[in-house]
């Protein structure tokens, strides 16, 4: 069975700072890694996701995520923090058995400091 | 996010009711998901359909009850309900359950209160 820890349900940062959400995950197999982004009183947007190939994801907003494979780590990571981008961000794994259920972590709320 | 819609935003309920949360996709996807999102716990996957068919209940209380009549209208059906239950309730759809790069798209839940 799959799982994700995501360390630290709060960070702050200040604004211009940079944004480092971490995510460890547990797979017996290769598994797809994806980060969401869920505003208040919104659902889930996909920021990016990891499936094959290049380690380095880019995503939306700024956002970019590398996997390391020896790490069991899936770090999301934004250079530079702006205000809009206070949010809670989920950490998600789903594995190749057919069946492809995303796993959760408990999520990170960020906040962003002016 | 408009891709999937869901109604009501907002429902308050008696233990007696009975209602339904209802969620559209408009984005030609397949498969379709209910979550639930309580305070400090995870998302909890309830139920997956996969071409109108459940392929998953994740040992949900048979007072949910999840119907799919086509892949893009998923219904969830409450009765009986308790304070416990109150929560966001996700939904979510994706091109195929078992593709390999399936990806999940969220509506913007219904926040349920049970009184």
């Known amino acids: 069975a799959q799982s994700v820890t995501q360390l630290g349900s709060h960070v702050s940062v200040s604004e211009g700072a940079l944004v480092l959400l971490r995510c460890n995950y547990s797979s017996s197999v290769p598994p797809y890694l994806f980060w969401y982004v869920q505003y208040p009183n919104q659902g889930l947007q996909l920021l990016l996701k990891y499936t094959t190939g290049a380690t380095l994801v880019k995503g939306i907003n700024g956002f970019e995520a590398e996997f390391k494979k020896s790490e069991t780590s899936f770090h999301l990571t934004k250079p530079s923090a702006h205000m809009s981008d206070a949010a809670e961000y989920f950490c998600?794994?789903?594995?190749?058995?057919?069946?492809?259920?995303?796993?959760f972590g408990s999520g990170t709320r960020l906040q962003v400091q002016p | 996010e408009t891709g999937v819609t869901q109604t009501p935003r907002h429902l308050v309920m008696g233990m007696t009711n009975k209602k339904s949360l209802k969620c559209e996709q408009h984005l030609g996807h397949n498969a379709m998901y209910w979550y639930k999102q309580s305070a400090k716990k995870p998302l909890e996957l309830m139920f997956v359909?996969?071409?109108?068919?459940?392929?998953e209940n994740n040992s949900v209380p048979s007072r949910f009850s999840p119907e799919c009549p086509n892949s893009s209208h998923l219904f969830l059906h409450l009765h009986t309900l308790q304070p416990e239950d109150s929560a966001l309730y996700l939904c979510a759809s994706s091109q195929m359950v078992g593709s390999t790069t399936d990806t999940q798209y969220f509506g913007p839940g219904t926040r349920l209160t049970v009184l």
């Open positions: 359909y996969n071409f109108k068919e459940q392929t």
């Open positions: 998600a794994v789903s594995v190749d058995t057919g069946r492809r259920a995303l796993t």
